[in-house]
């Protein structure tokens, strides 16, 4: 690894914001690595002095690092200083680590990504394939260098894919119903859909907006996430409530387990870190 030169004098600087005994754990943790951790927690130093930080290992670098905090809502700021990655990218990839280890040798269609844990899907499987949709754009062509599809009518044939992936993606299709039933059929026997949306376990689920025969009807005051290929952002169409599991099954015919891992050595904690791996049966 590069290592960056420490300016003179700047031992003392770095000795000034570290907790006692954090060098030594340094040590222990990142043999070989201490130069450059010196130099992460000065720059982070404001996190560190104020014990926002800890040391762990992250599932998207492969590698040991430190997680700081820079707000309160971690899902979106509990981040690894390595990569800059959340909660909800690692646990995707921690989920996928513990139910398909081999994930890297299976078919795998993305949908709509973003983040670095998309990045590592990208990088590191030989099958991936991503899309992302633009109206007006004919599904399964390619446009601005990636596929264009639309969930709720896949051009893909039936059996196609090990692996689905969805993040953040199904609060804002509108006709869920048949986007649940277009991955399922794109799923082989045995297949998987792994996703996220923000989840409530307290409420039954709430429509914020519908497609008529008139067009868009909004039902509560319109509310947009961000979007990465869209400046505008992405309107939010449901809140998933505690009827989600249900929602998929009768839609899909998929069994959903829910994975939530809290755990700060891998850098997971934080607000709506579900990830939802809904199953297609073998010989479905």
């Excluded at 450059?36 to 404001?46: G, K, S």
């Excluded at 996220?196 to 519908?210: C, G, I, L, N, W």
Aim: a neutral charge; one cysteine or more; charged letters at 25%.
């Amino acid at each position: 690894m590069h290592e960056v030169e420490r300016p003179e004098g700047s031992q003392q600087r770095y000795s000034k914001v570290l907790p006692m005994g954090l060098r030594d754990m340094l040590r222990q943790v990142l043999p070989g690595d201490v130069r450059y951790w010196l130099r992460t927690i000065y720059n982070h130093r404001n996190l560190v002095g104020r014990g926002r930080f800890n040391l762990g290992y992250c599932v998207i670098c492969e590698r040991q690092t430190m997680f700081v905090w820079e707000g309160v809502y971690l899902r979106d700021h509990y981040r690894c200083v390595r990569c800059w990655s959340i909660p909800r990218w690692r646990a995707v990839i921690q989920v996928l680590n513990l139910c398909y280890p081999g994930w890297r040798d299976l078919s795998i269609f993305e949908s709509s990504p973003g983040g670095m844990g998309s990045e590592q899907l990208k990088r590191e499987c030989v099958r991936y394939v991503p899309s992302h949709f633009w109206p007006g754009i004919e599904p399964g062509t390619v446009f601005r260098g990636v596929r264009c599809e639309d969930l709720t009518r896949l051009t893909f044939p039936d059996d196609s894919f090990d692996v689905v992936v969805t993040q953040d993606v199904f609060e804002h299709v509108l006709r869920p119903e048949r986007a649940f039933s277009e991955v399922a059929r794109v799923l082989r026997s045995g297949g998987s859909h792994v996703f996220t949306v923000p989840f409530s376990r307290d409420h039954r689920t709430f429509v914020r907006a519908e497609m008529t025969p008139a067009g868009l009807q909004y039902l509560a005051r319109p509310e947009y996430h961000g979007n990465p290929i869209n400046d505008e952002g992405a309107l939010v169409v449901t809140e998933w409530g505690d009827d989600l599991v249900d929602f998929i099954r009768r839609h899909s015919h998929l069994d959903t387990e829910i994975y939530n891992i809290h755990d700060r050595r891998l850098g997971l904690d934080g607000e709506y870190l579900d990830v939802f791996v809904s199953r297609k049966r073998n010989g479905s």
